[in-house]
């Protein structure tokens, strides 16, 4: 039940009620038990059929019958303005037919000026092949047949460019949980390949494209805070010649649905520079927006990444209120699947870092340890050390030695002495072990303040593990003293 039901819950009640009424007419029949049942409370599959007095082999079939109408409904309600005019390009091969040649060219002239204005290379084909082919005994002929060829080439290298931006996603994100050179390399390789074409085509789609990922580039890889803050003019001024393109064709469904990300980059990009008034304005754009963006699963990677800014603006502001203040919101409307692993894994850090804030250490370490239990982390042993590092800290803040002690055994097993990458890593579990080791309050309380100081000095580039963690000075009494609960 739970797909359904979280599906129907998340609509509204005027949804709801159409969604009822296409389905089951209103009729007290099984679907509308079904969707009443899940959309008031939480029934689990024994209850419902036992509800509906049916067999499993019958209660699955309706199920799947009805999350198959759904769905399809549900398709029919994205908002996709640029509709009529795509459902003008599937009558164009009617056009040989018609019984006035002339008019069917002119508007077939019509209809390229407005796939022009909004870069439908693919569309523009339909358009050349039968312009061509309406013009097969006179001059024109050639002309649409090269503009035919011409847009084939052209509809091929959008084609690549958007594969190559989905992929600059799904690796930028790869390196984020890996910290690796080589996954590093493939990110500049990507976008050298994205600048070549926006270089070998004029086309604002291929411009958008590069531009969303080489800002991402520069915040997420860029570790010079002066290089960033040399290009705020030019970052500002791609943005605004964004916008405009978003503006201009209000019709394109995909640039319809990305006009929120000139905000999200904005507030990234002052976060990292700490420009904190550009940011806070920014930070109030994005908030009224946000409960439309995180159920399109096609935006996750661009909601973990505010949450990613939104910890690193809260180590400046120190305002757990801030950071906290969307976390209701976001909860009940974002369904992160477990595959995409490093949205999965960023908003779950990010639910634990906000409970450690508010000082929820056991809400903390319950979250880190559910999904370190839920996805194998073996590939990304980076991120796996860092979640552990930050478990046990949260068992020796409460007093479980144990489980503290558990885990930097783990720890100690997967860090090579000869790692130089983990040193920070290293540092950080002797700080954790001078915090657990009987000794006087006042001794030991100077070393473990010693070692804090030396972990966060060592604890720099891009290699720094737990950049989101700041301890003060009653935090680590907290650690340092044996008697948790004061």
């Known amino acids: 039940m739970d797909l359904l039901s979280k599906t129907i819950k998340k609509l509204s009640d005027e949804e709801y009620q159409a969604l009822l009424a296409e389905v089951s007419g209103k009729k007290k029949n099984k679907p509308y038990i079904v969707l009443e049942t899940s959309r008031m409370g939480q029934v689990d599959d024994g209850?419902?059929?036992?509800?509906l007095q049916v067999n499993p082999s019958t209660y699955y079939t309706l199920k799947s019958r009805l999350n198959s109408k759904i769905a399809a409904i549900l398709a029919k309600k994205v908002n996709n303005p640029i509709s009529v005019l795509l459902s003008e390009v599937i009558r164009v091969p009617a056009n040989l037919y018609g019984s006035n040649r002339e008019f069917s060219i002119r508007a077939l002239k019509e209809l390229e000026k407005q796939l022009i204005q909004y870069d439908l290379s693919g569309e523009l084909i339909v358009v050349y092949k039968t312009l061509a082919q309406l013009n097969l005994y006179n001059e024109d002929y050639n002309k649409y047949e090269l503009l035919y060829k011409k847009h084939v080439a052209f509809s091929l290298g959008v084609s690549k460019v958007e594969r190559l931006f989905y992929e600059f996603i799904r690796q930028i994100g790869n390196f984020r949980l890996t910290k690796d050179e080589s996954d590093k390399n493939k990110l500049s390789e990507i976008l050298d390949e994205l600048s070549n074409f926006c270089e070998l085509y004029d086309s604002h789609r291929m411009f958008v494209f590069y531009n969303i990922a080489n800002i991402y580039y520069l915040c997420i890889v860029e570790e010079n805070e002066e290089v960033l803050k040399s290009k705020e003019i030019e970052i500002e001024n791609v943005l605004k010649e964004m916008s405009n393109i978003f503006d201009k064709y209000n019709l394109d469904t995909f640039y319809q649905n990305i006009k929120f990300l000139t905000d999200f980059l904005l507030f990234e990009y002052y976060t990292k520079t700490k420009n904190h008034i550009r940011a806070e304005h920014y930070l109030e754009k994005i908030n009224p927006e946000i409960d439309a963006i995180c159920p399109q699963h096609i935006s996750h990677f661009y909601v973990v990444e505010f949450l990613n800014a939104k910890v690193e603006k809260f180590l400046t502001d120190g305002?757990?209120?801030r950071l906290v203040e969307l976390n209701s919101r976001i909860e009940e409307n974002i369904d992160i699947d477990m595959a995409e692993?490093?949205?999965?894994?960023?908003y779950k850090k990010f639910k634990a870092i906000s409970k450690f804030y508010q000082k929820d250490f056991s809400g903390a370490a319950r979250i880190i340890n559910e999904m370190r239990n839920e996805l194998s982390m073996k590939k990304y042993l980076f991120t796996d050390i860092e979640c552990k590092l930050f478990q046990a800290l949260q068992y020796c803040i409460m007093g479980e030695d144990g489980l503290?002690?558990?885990?930097i055994s783990s720890l100690k097993r997967q860090i090579k002495p000869s790692e130089e990458q983990y040193t920070s890593a290293k540092l950080f579990i002797k700080f954790l072990k001078t915090a657990l080791k009987p000794a006087?309050?006042?001794?030991?309380?100077?070393?473990?303040?010693?070692q804090w100081l030396e972990f966060a000095q060592a604890n720099t580039g891009e290699h720094?593990?737990?950049?989101?963690?700041?301890?003060d000075e009653g935090l680590i009494r907290r650690i340092t003293n044996p008697i948790k609960d004061n």
């Open 47 to 51: 209850e419902m059929m036992e509800l």
């Open 319 to 321: 305002s757990v209120d």
């Open 341 to 346: 692993t490093y949205h999965y894994i960023a």
């Open 404 to 407: 503290c002690t558990q885990l």
């Open 440 to 450: 006087e309050y006042r001794r030991k309380i100077k070393k473990v303040n010693e």
């Open 464 to 471: 720094a593990i737990l950049p989101f963690l700041k301890l």
